[in-house]
């Protein structure tokens, strides 16, 4: 089996998931993975898995993830317990990694503090929204960093401003090393109009994004980067006619070019050969290069 290098080397230690359960593409076969509730779990989890040369991933909401159908054949960790907690300090946020970033939005809008209602509707976690610099109508995490906490592989630890963690758009460090956001430290403002009015304004955001996004079938966001040249993607797709191709379970969102929809039994390879087929077409039809926003499990980019 894919996972049984994993488990071999330590039986009692891992239990098998599937990933189509833990992305939002409901994508992927079977791994080995782990739930680390702290620091020293996870700390002891990633020496043990460089001791024994194991592919590794932190999976956030995997909301950013495409995972192999076929299921991989390292492990996958997963922040909870101490690592998924926040709390306010005056308008600082201390937010873990593994934190959902839609409640942890909620429950800054409720405090009155303003800063983070764009991420009202970002289904991911704070470590995947710090990894990617998520951000929406104009505004993304970065802006907010006063400091990161990360765990070197190494298992040394390290606090980061923001400038030292390379943020651009859609672009952190992170994504080119294996350090692991722990926790973050974020700069909200008192709002003058008060929770109500940030309450108010969040709702309204969900209520936009729910008539603009293909919400009711498993996507996994924006598909692509928007170009240096501004473009908007979904324009460009839509202008090649592919709104609604379909290849094998995989679909190009009619609500949304920059989408792509799982149908009910897309696999990860209909995706990725769907998501080539809509870059040829784009650069054929505009000579512009679309790249990816979404991620392969594991993989550098
Ligand atoms: C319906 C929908 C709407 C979306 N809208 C937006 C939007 O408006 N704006 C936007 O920017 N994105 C959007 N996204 C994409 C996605 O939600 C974001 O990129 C989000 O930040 C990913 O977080 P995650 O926890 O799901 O990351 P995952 O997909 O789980 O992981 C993404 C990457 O981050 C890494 N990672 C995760 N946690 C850590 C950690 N603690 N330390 C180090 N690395 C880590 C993973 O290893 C992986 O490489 C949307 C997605 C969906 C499904």
Known sequence: MIFDKALNAAPDRFTVIQLSRYTTWEIGGPTASVIVNTLEELTETVKFVSENSLPWVILGKGSNTLAPTEGWHGVVILLSGELAKFSF???????GGGVHLPSMSGAACSQGLTGLVFAVGIPGTVGGAVFMNAGAYG???????????????????????????????????????????????????????????????????????????????????????????????????????????????AMVSPTHANFIENTGNATSSDVMRLIELVADRVRQDSGITLKREIRRLGERI
């Not at 300090?89 to 937010?95: D, F, H, I, R, V």
């Not at 294996?178 to 008192?190: A, M, P, T, Y």
């Open 139 to 249: 505004s993304s995490i970065s802006e907010l960093v006063e400091k990161v906490r990360v765990l070197h592989p190494c298992g040394s630890i390290e606090y980061l401003t923001a400038e030292d963690c390379g943020f651009g758009y859609r672009r952190s460090r992170f994504q080119k090393d294996d350090s692991i956001v722990l926790n973050v430290v974020l700069k909200l403002s008192e709002n003058a109009g008060g929770g109500n009015e940030l309450r108010r304004e969040a709702r309204e955001i969900l209520q936009i994004r729910r008539q603009k996004f293909p919400l009711h079938a498993p996507n996994a966001g924006s598909v692509f980067r928007r170009p240096d040249n501004g473009s908007p993607p979904g324009k460009l797709i839509e202008d090649c006619g592919l709104k609604g191709h379909r290849l094998g379970g």
């Open 89 to 95: 300090n005056g308008s600082l946020l201390t937010a």
